[in-house]
């Protein structure tokens, strides 16, 4: 294998914004792959499920050994995910010359992005109202609570899959809208990294079944994700959870205009 440093360092650094927000992964090394490295966006979703993959293993195990993973809460999204992941691999194998031309993955990571940014800046009143509807009508939400989180589940299991955007960001804003009482900061990214987990795994063993997982690739990034998601998990709890969510929102809506410019 030849060893790439930049590479290495840019799994090394949106590793650690995974590990310290639960958020950034496929949203920052996604476009990274693609704008700067060059490398073709197909192949850039598939190695970087498989990279998100194992690199969240260390940061769950962390968040685990806290109790700041709710489990519960990760099997009834993953009931929705997993299933949506595995229906659009389908597609994406019997449709094969539509969803995996690079014009589309592009076009698809640039609209994620645009979705993903504008739920972090509005997570806040997305619980806001979530914890309205918890306290006023006890009863009615927590029967919706179940069906809602499967499907919140199926709607990320396709947009993961299709590019790799959506398991944190959008991961979060449901799940303080759904649990505005029961999630605080710790337990949200703790959560959102448990289920990220089999969500990711699935989604990439399907796209290297495909054949869009670069090896080499993959094996850079984790030299440097792996410390990265540790190291940021280690120091989540003392991190400003709300700036950075703001500075990695902006960058996100940034970045969503260049990659729709890109393809027009």
Same mark, same amino acid.
């Given at each position: 294998?030849?060893?790439?440093? #930049?590479?290495?360092?840019? &799994?090394?650094?949106?590793?650690?914004?995974?590990?310290?927000?639960?958020?950034?992964?496929?949203?920052?090394?996604?476009?990274?792959?693609?704008? #700067?490295?060059?490398? @073709?966006?197909?192949?850039?979703? &598939?190695?970087?499920?498989?990279?998100?993959?194992?690199?969240?293993?260390?940061?769950?195990?962390?968040?685990?050994?806290?109790?700041?993973?709710?489990?519960?809460?990760?099997?009834? +999204?993953? +009931?929705?995910?997993?299933?949506?992941? #595995?229906?659009?691999?389908?597609?994406?194998?019997?449709?094969?010359?539509?969803?995996?031309?690079?014009?589309?993955?592009?076009?698809?990571?640039?609209?994620?992005? +645009?979705?993903?940014?504008?739920?972090?800046?509005?997570?806040?009143?997305?619980? &806001?109202?979530?914890?309205?509807?918890?306290?006023?009508? %006890?009863?009615?939400?927590?029967?919706?609570?179940?069906?809602?989180?499967?499907?919140?589940?199926?709607?990320?299991?396709?947009?993961?899959?299709?590019?790799? !955007?959506?398991?944190?960001? #959008?991961?979060?804003?449901?799940?303080?809208?759904?649990?505005?009482?029961?999630?605080?900061?710790?337990?949200?990214?703790?959560?959102?990294?448990?289920?990220?987990?089999?969500?990711?795994?699935?989604?990439?063993?399907?796209?290297?079944?495909?054949?869009?997982?670069?090896?080499?690739?993959?094996?850079?990034?984790?030299?440097?994700?792996? %410390?990265?998601?540790?190291?940021?998990?280690? !120091?989540?709890?003392?991190? %400003?959870? @709300?700036?950075?969510?703001?500075?990695?929102?902006?960058?996100?809506?940034?970045?969503?205009?260049?990659?729709?410019?890109?393809?027009?």
């Amino acid at each position: 294998m030849h060893f790439h440093g #930049l590479t290495a360092l840019a &799994g090394l650094l949106v590793g650690l914004v995974v590990g310290l927000t639960g958020v950034g992964g496929g949203a920052l090394m996604t476009p990274v792959l693609v704008l #700067l490295f060059g490398v @073709a966006p197909h192949m850039a979703v &598939g190695t970087d499920l498989l990279n998100a993959s194992i690199t969240k293993m260390f940061g769950t195990v962390v968040h685990a050994r806290r109790h700041t993973v709710d489990w519960q809460v990760v099997r009834r +999204l993953a +009931l929705g995910s997993l299933p949506g992941a #595995l229906l659009t691999l389908v597609w994406m194998g019997t449709t094969r010359s539509v969803p995996l031309k690079d014009s589309f993955i592009t076009v698809a990571v640039g609209w994620a992005l +645009l979705i993903t940014a504008a739920g972090m800046l509005l997570r806040a009143r997305f619980q &806001g109202v979530g914890r309205q509807l918890r306290l006023g009508q %006890p009863q009615r939400f927590k029967r919706a609570q179940l069906l809602l989180t499967i499907l919140a589940g199926v709607t990320l299991g396709v947009l993961v899959t299709l590019t790799s !955007i959506g398991a944190g960001a #959008l991961g979060t804003v449901a799940l303080v809208y759904l649990y505005p009482l029961r999630m605080d900061s710790n337990k949200l990214v703790g959560t959102d990294l448990a289920h990220a987990i089999p969500l990711a795994l699935v989604a990439g063993l399907g796209h290297l079944r495909i054949g869009n997982v670069d090896y080499a690739l993959l094996l850079n990034l984790l030299l440097g994700s792996a %410390p990265g998601v540790l190291l940021g998990s280690v !120091i989540s709890s003392r991190a %400003p959870q @709300a700036f950075l969510r703001v500075a990695i929102a902006l960058v996100l809506g940034a970045v969503a205009i260049r990659m729709l410019v890109h393809t027009a």
